[in-house]
T-cell receptor, first 113, second 110 residues
Framework: GNSVTQMEGPVTLSEEAFLTINCTYT??????LFWYVQYPGEGLQLLLK?????DKGSNKGFEATYRKETTSFHLEKGSVQVSDSAVYFC????????????FGKGTKLSVKP | DAGITQSPRHKVTETGTPVTLRCHQT?????MYWYRQDPGHGLRLIHY???????DKGEVSDGYSVSRSKTEDFLLTLESATSSQTSVYFC?????????FGEGSWLTVV
């Protein structure tokens, strides 16, 4: 079946530190991959996406590369800010699934000044 | 802003009572979804709709029903609420093969 595994948190970093949140997936066919971010008390916002192998999604200084050979889509940012504190969700959708998303369990990031 | 409005945003209800959550969209998008979010589980699909009167079950559909009589509205009903249905409920739509979420409805069943 289809599934997403992401690193468990919480993750605590100092401001300007490098961030990596690992995400691996299992899927039939060729999925599209997504990172969503949820700030406290809010809904999920699309952060970035990639629809085929070797694509790189990027937004707000965050990047993730679709690696088919390692079935991974790790989220990275070179220098985090306090305002990046949130919960990050990795997700996939498979063609023909009417766009239904399969989510990882989320990783809570706290950035300290 | 994906033009999704959820109501109510917060509700406390008693066990055994019926509850309906409403999702309204303004852009005539075909696909609409209801997800629930629980600690340790991420988000899980309850039901989805691919058109007026066309709905299907998701991963965690037991205890829930949905209706879509108009393109713009997708209703989620808990016929008899239980404490295990205390959760945050998110409506979503698809735009160009990407899912966008509403701001959530916090439901507490006491």
């Amino acid at each position: 079946g289809n599934s997403v595994t992401q690193m468990e948190g919480p993750v605590t970093l100092s401001e300007e530190a490098f961030l990596t949140i690992n995400c691996t997936y299992t899927a039939t066919g060729y999925p599209s991959l997504f990172w969503y971010v949820q700030y406290p008390g809010e809904g999920l916002q699309l952060l970035l996406k990639a629809t085929k192998a070797d694509d790189k999604g990027s937004n707000k200084g965050f990047e993730a590369t679709y690696r088919k050979e390692t079935t991974s889509f790790h989220l990275e940012k070179g220098s985090v800010q306090v305002s990046d504190s949130a919960v990050y969700f990795c997700a996939l959708s498979v063609k023909g699934s009417q766009g239904n998303l399969i989510f990882g369990k989320g990783t809570k990031l706290s950035v300290k000044p | 802003d994906a033009g999704i409005t959820q109501s109510p945003r917060h509700k406390v209800t008693e066990t055994g009572t019926p509850v309906t959550l409403r999702c309204h969209q303004t852009e005539n998008h075909r696909y609409m979804y209801w997800y629930r979010q629980d600690p340790g589980h991420g988000l899980r699909l309850i039901h989805y709709s691919y058109g007026v009167k066309d709905t299907d079950k998701g991963e965690v559909s037991d205890g829930y029903s949905v209706s879509r009589s108009k393109t713009e509205d997708f209703l989620l009903t808990l016929e008899s609420a239980t404490s295990s249905q205390t959760s945050v409920y998110f409506c979503a739509i698809t735009i160009l093969n990407t899912i966008y979420f509403g701001e959530g409805s916090w439901l507490t069943v006491v």
